[in-house]
């Protein structure tokens, strides 16, 4: 069994906070594994998140203590562009993720920051769109997209930069039904491909495609037992 993510008692309490919003968090998360977070708002899930990519502590401050390994490796020992790139989020927002005049333009921006060689971003360019199923977008504007295809173009954008591990921050709550499904196919296919794939979620209907739930309640993770 590969391990993508190990958490051991991780704690953290934003800066100027009083209390510890993660008070022993331990987790495992197999390598190929689907694994939705939910919670009651304001219960820590992002925060849990932020923790594994660096978000947190190289951009929000606080206090942190604990062990976050990723594939093996302590967080606190990686490189941070390394860091976030093998570990992507999608946010729930589309409109503040993307800002590209065009869809490609928007899925080749990370990888050019990267200096990847142009023939390389092509070729990604190429398998995300097919990928997402958006390949006839491929010169759109994504303002004038659904708000599903725009979330597509979101995750587009962040599979460009070949992340092993992917999160989904409540990425489906502003979708319709159509863009969730379509969202869905995408995970199950990132699945087969070996990607591990963590979701926060709000809508238990779209917890079908995981393949373990845990509750984040009171700083700790729990089973969960159908209710929040
Ligand atoms: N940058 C920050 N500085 C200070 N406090 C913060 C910051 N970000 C979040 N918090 C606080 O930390 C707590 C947990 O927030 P977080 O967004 O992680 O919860 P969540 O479970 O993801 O909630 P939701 O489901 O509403 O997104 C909240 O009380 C929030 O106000």
Same mark, same amino acid.
């Given at each position: 069994m590969i391990l993508a993510v190990e958490i051991e008692n991780l704690k953290f309490k934003y800066k100027g906070q009083k209390d510890f919003i993660l008070k022993g968090i331990n987790l495992k998360v197999e390598k190929g594994e689907v694994l939705a977070i939910v919670g009651l708002s304001g219960n820590g899930k992002s925060t849990l998140c932020y923790s594994l990519n660096g978000i947190i502590p190289n951009v929000f401050d606080g206090d942190l203590d604990g062990i976050v390994k990723v594939f093996g490796e302590n967080i606190k020992d990686m490189d941070k562009s390394k860091l976030m790139s093998a570990i992507g989020v999608v946010f729930q927002d589309p409109d503040t993720q993307l800002f590209s005049p065009t869809v490609e333009d928007e899925i080749a921006f990370g990888p050019e920051n990267l200096c990847v060689p142009r023939e390389e971003i092509g070729r990604r360019i190429d398998q995300v769109l097919k990928l997402t199923g958006i390949e006839k977008y491929r010169r759109e504007n994504p303002n004038n997209l659904s708000g599903g295809e725009k979330q597509l173009v979101a995750l587009g954008a962040v599979l460009s930069l070949e992340p092993k591990i992917l999160v989904f921050d409540? $990425?489906? $709550?502003?979708?319709d039904d159509n863009g969730k499904k379509r969202i869905k196919g995408v995970i199950k296919k990132l699945k087969e491909d070996g990607k591990t794939i963590i979701m926060i979620e709000? /809508?238990?209907?779209?917890? /079908?495609? $995981? /393949?373990r739930v845990v509750l984040l309640k009171d700083g700790k993770l729990h089973k969960f037992e159908g209710e929040l």
């Open positions: 409540e $990425a489906m $709550a502003q979708v709000h /809508d238990f209907n779209n917890l /079908d495609i $995981a /393949d």
